[in-house]
């Protein structure tokens, strides 16, 4: 039967705003949503079974605000061409990118166009605090229907609500998380993911995680029990990604190493990589504990994974256990990471600044000890944010603590409440210059020659010691909030701002802009010629330090790692204790 009507679903996914007031978009964005896929593969699967009725067409538009400028009068056009039919949804909206999320909402709103807004701030608000808390009642004022929790086997009712003119003010599904397997996986067109850096897109093979990180928003918005898809249905979207040539992917499980179902997956496209001749290159997220699973390291590189990213943290034991970290073993650090050296994969890792413990002494220290001592390539530094969905903030919010009343600013990057040893600027003068006192050039060579010793894709290290020793120094933004070639819009400044004039601000622009790129190269040259120079030393495959030395049983008593802070020695105390009684046990 022909369409007689055509629903408009916009899916859009908002960016935030920099410190300037301009959205942050580039021309290739760093980190491919996975929430925009997820609802654009189950958006897709609505359309093709026409839940709106045999006579209406779902034309499902995308936009990942971090790549992609929201034309604002032609999708305002759009709707008023089809008069009004449609939806427009704010996607995976987390709570940096609320007010941004809200700013966009208000023209639609305006033009009486329904708005949906779903993600980690409004799940995370309505199971932490009390539904009105941190700005959630500007949804309601402006008429945006809320949705909370998952979208797979409800978005049929927001789109028949839409459809029908009756969008209810709040869908709250949190108690009610859906089962993956067998639902619509997620899913990109080309023509979306081909803007974003290195050509690769993302899904989530299972969502929950056991342990309970006091500064997580996660087992709070996706539970603590493991859901996951199956085999069939990694298989299915590595197919469906293939034949549009697609096969790097970034598995977004916060913890893949505690997705009941990893074995089988790795399996499946093991099979897939080694007898399909897919040449899958993957990047999965781990805890610090994962080398203790059999199998799960060397299965992992058979499946194609090039990156890891491991939750470390920190090396405070003390800042650990006041996080409620306490599966992070300080003990097994080195012996973990080396496990992964062995396969050659690329290890990244989240360090957290900003622990009660921490001054910006005891933070110099602790970086100089990981440079010395831990085999890892990458390090990503993020501020102890409470962020809204996470306990950290719901103790402050009910205890009355100061925090602060800019949403925009909680991006793990702004300092956002006191802390008991730093003032704000020191607390913000050490993040910053925690990202030079990692990315030192003598800490970067010594990072490629360890790559060349054990197999680590020096070009694709290279690619990221670039991104990570830049980024912060030039764009004022955290490396994952990156990208090639910002773009800017005087237009594009948040409300409330001074609006620039053409005449100054692109000629800042463009100077700015060449200058930045005149860094950037001369980072990669100067990379490129230590890759040439290690290329051609004979002894570059045999190199070793004491990062790369094997664990032995002395290190408790001669790396700094262990005997520099009173948890580091306690937990040494305890690990010895441990092997004592097995020892007992076994013996017995």
């Not at 970034?250 to 990589?273: G, K, M, Q, S, V």
């Not at 603590?401 to 802390?419: F, G, K, Q, W």
Request: proline content about 5%.
């Amino acid at each position: 039967m022909a369409a007689k009507r055509r629903f408009q679903l916009v899916l859009i996914k908002p960016s935030h705003y920099d410190d300037d007031g301009y959205v942050i978009r580039w021309w290739r964005a760093m980190i491919p949503s996975n929430s925009l896929a997820a609802v654009y593969g189950i958006a897709a699967d609505c359309a093709g079974r026409r839940v709106l009725g045999p006579d209406v067409e779902i034309d499902i538009a995308v936009i990942d605000e971090t790549n992609s400028r929201i034309d604002l009068p032609s999708l305002l056009d759009r709707f008023r061409r089809q008069g009004g039919f449609g939806l427009v949804a704010l996607v995976g909206v987390q709570s940096n990118q609320y007010p941004r999320a809200l700013d966009i909402a208000r023209p639609f709103r305006a033009a009486g166009i329904p708005v949906a807004m779903g993600g980690f701030h409004v799940s995370g608000c309505l199971a932490m605090l009390d539904g009105h808390a941190v700005g959630l009642d500007e949804c309601r004022e402006m008429g945006i229907a809320m949705f909370a929790g998952e979208a797979e086997g409800r978005l049929d009712l927001v789109l028949r609500d839409a459809a029908a003119g009756r969008l209810a003010p709040l869908y709250d599904f949190m108690k009610d998380l859906p089962a993956m397997e067998g639902t619509p996986v997620p899913f990109m067109p080309k023509q979306y993911v081909q803007r974003t850096l290195g050509f690769s897109t993302s899904f989530d093979a299972g969502r929950g995680c056991p342990y309970q990180c006091s500064f997580c928003t996660i087992i709070n918005v996706q539970g603590r029990k493991s859901r996951f898809r199956s085999a069939d249905d990694v298989e299915k979207l590595v197919r469906l990604n293939w034949a549009q040539g697609i096969h790097k992917f970034f598995i977004t499980d916060d913890n893949f190493a505690r997705n009941r179902e990893w074995e089988a997956i790795f399996d499946r496209l093991i099979e897939l990589r080694e007898k399909g001749g897919i040449p899958l290159g993957l990047m999965i997220q781990v805890d610090t504990l994962c080398h203790k699973i059999p199998n799960f390291i060397v299965k992992a590189k058979r499946a194609g994974v090039t990156r890891v990213f491991i939750g470390l943290e920190n090396v405070n034991p003390d800042n650990l256990a006041a996080a409620k970290k306490r599966q992070n073993k300080i003990t097994e650090y080195r012996r973990m990471l080396l496990a992964w050296k062995a396969q050659g994969i690329i290890t990244l890792a989240g360090y957290i600044l900003g622990f009660p413990a921490d001054t910006p002494a005891t933070i110099r220290r602790d970086i100089a000890i990981i440079q010395e001592e831990l085999p890892l390539d990458i390090i990503e530094f993020f501020c102890l944010t409470p962020l809204p969905g996470s306990e950290d903030h719901q103790t402050l919010w009910k205890n009355n603590v100061a925090m602060d009343a800019d949403l925009n600013n909680y991006d793990v990057e702004h300092v956002c409440t006191a802390h008991p040893r730093m003032s704000r600027a020191e607390w913000e003068g050490i993040y910053r210059e925690a990202w030079s006192l990692y990315y030192t050039p003598e800490h970067m060579e010594t990072l490629l020659r360890r790559a060349a010793a054990t197999g680590v894709p020096i070009g694709s290290l290279i690619k990221l010691l670039v991104n990570f020793s830049t980024t912060v120094r030039l764009e004022n933004l955290h490396p994952l909030q990156g990208g090639l070639l910002r773009l800017k819009r005087p237009s594009e400044r948040r409300p409330g701002l001074p609006r620039e004039s053409a005449w100054r601000f692109w000629p800042r622009f463009v100077l700015e802009t060449l200058g930045k790129h005149a860094v950037i190269v001369g980072m990669i040259a100067r990379l490129l010629w230590l890759r040439r120079a290690i290329a051609r030393d004979p002894a570059a495959g045999s190199y070793t330090d004491r990062a790369l030395t094997p664990v032995g049983e002395d290190d408790d008593e001669t790396l700094d790692l262990l005997t520099q802070t009173t948890g580091g020695r306690a937990a040494v105390a305890h690990a010895r204790k441990i092997a004592e009684l097995t020892a007992i046990g076994r013996d017995g």
